[in-house]
């Protein structure tokens, strides 16, 4: 494989066979002669001079593409859909005069759009589905382990590790449902002439609206879709691609966040990502174990929300019935950015499945700060005994900030000891470090995940349990 030039790392190292499949030019250009198929079946049906061997003889050649040609034809003509249009009367001579008949050029290339989106989306879905099942398993297997939380990355009240893990599937879930409208609200552009107007198939069917209508029904059918757009111009609305980018984003920023979240973790070992037996974690350092899947998938999403922004203003700028500024933009903007939210969900796959918790260390971070956590309990407890709940409060506060000035000098922890020697709360050592079970402080989170996974279950019912391989 020549390696002189430059190959995007989308397609070289992180995207998966299918997505790179799904944008080449064979399945573009074949979706392309698709249409033209299409399209003729349904003028020959409709009683147009096109005959049934016509319409034969392009449904053989849609997939011999004579890649040279079109190029060779497309430098003389300087337009790539009748260079198409050309190579493809070449493989169907019979049929040659009556490709494309009546349409433009959007016809194909919006058509063929709308056509490979869709199927990426549904690709995605579900990828999106398989981490949030792994999550699933996850927040099931952990939903009662305590964990210290954390606000403004400051240590706070406990949670579990389950519940965390719910937290972010419910971002995925949002997403889920954000794609899912998308999906739903699809329209095809069907082939409805130069501005929209429908101006050349009235002449070709001598005016007869009901058989344009009838045209247009058979051919949006033909390729799995029930309507199309009430009005357009001579593209499809670009609305539509803002909409489309905008939820590949917004699984970019739930993925974004979940890394995030394990980076930050991974620092203190509480969690840490899959990390293959001869792995290296750093060119110098042998000994490190870096969160570079968590790190890529952050780095790949922030790409893509950035990606994102391409379509609202490609939507705001165009011209009345068409202009050709979005063109060159779009065939980078949408192809990538469903490359990269096929490697972003792939790696969260990964990191989904084989997330690994050291419970011990977990533990400790809990035990660490449990006396602050436990000082209300203690407070409550104290004022049962017969103190005053104002005095013990102050003794609280006192005590609990010297106990963290020896904490900051490097020293354990003795909060209890300090409270244990007041006797205003009328309790030892040993009593107080009886009410120290991290169990006490996680509140419903055990209830709350299964309330949450009986909600979801629905959902994760036909999710794959395929997993990728991730490669690089």
Known sequence: MSKDKYESPLASRYAS?????????????????????ALARAEHNLGLPITAGQVAELEAHITDIDYETAAQREREVRHDVMAHVYTYGKAAPSAAGIIHLGATSCYV????????????????????????????KFAERYKATPTLGYTHYQPAQLVTVGKRAALWMQDFLADLEELDFV????????????????????DLFDGDGAKIDEMNRQISAEFGF???????????????????LNVLSAMAQSCYR????????????????????????????AYKRNPMRSERICSLSRYLMADAVNAPMTASVQWLERTLDDSANR?????????????????????????????????????????FIATENLMMEGVKRGGDRQELHEIIRTCSMAATA??????????????????????TEAE?????????????????????????????????????????
């Open 17 to 37: 066979e299918f997505m790179l499949h799904l944008f080449s030019a064979d399945m573009r250009i074949e979706t392309w002669r698709r249409l033209w198929v």
């Open 109 to 136: 290339t919006d058509n063929a759009d709308l056509v490979i989106y869709r199927e990426g989306l549904r690709y995605l879905r579900g990828e999106l589905l398989a981490v949030v099942a792994n999550l699933a």
């Open 183 to 202: 999906l739903g609200s699809l329209k095809f552009l069907g082939c409805r002439g130069t501005t929209g107007t429908e101006a050349s198939f009235l």
């Open 226 to 244: 029930e309507r199309c757009f009430s009005v357009c111009g001579q593209t499809y609305p670009r609305k539509v691609d803002s909409r489309i």
């Open 258 to 285: 979940m890394a995030n979240d394990i980076r930050l973790l991974q620092h203190d070992r509480q969690v840490e990502e899959p990390f293959e037996k001869h792995q290296i974690g750093s060119s110098a350092m």
């Open 331 to 371: 065939r980078i903007s949408m192809p990538e950015g469903f490359l990269c939210a096929d490697a972003v969900l792939r790696l969260a796959q990964n990191v989904t499945d084989g997330l690994h918790v050291n419970e011990k260390i977990v533990d400790r971070a809990c035990r660490e700060y449990l006396p």
């Open 406 to 427: 020896r904490m900051k000098e490097g020293e354990p922890c003795d909060l209890l000891s300090r409270l244990a020697a007041e006797p205003a709360f009328g309790m």
């Open 432 to 472: 107080m470090e009886a009410v120290l079970d991290p169990k006490l402080y996680i509140g419903r989170c055990a209830q709350q995940v299964d309330a949450f996974l009986e909600e979801v279950a629905p959902l994760l019912a036909g999710a794959s349990q395929e997993k990728p391989e991730i490669t690089l």
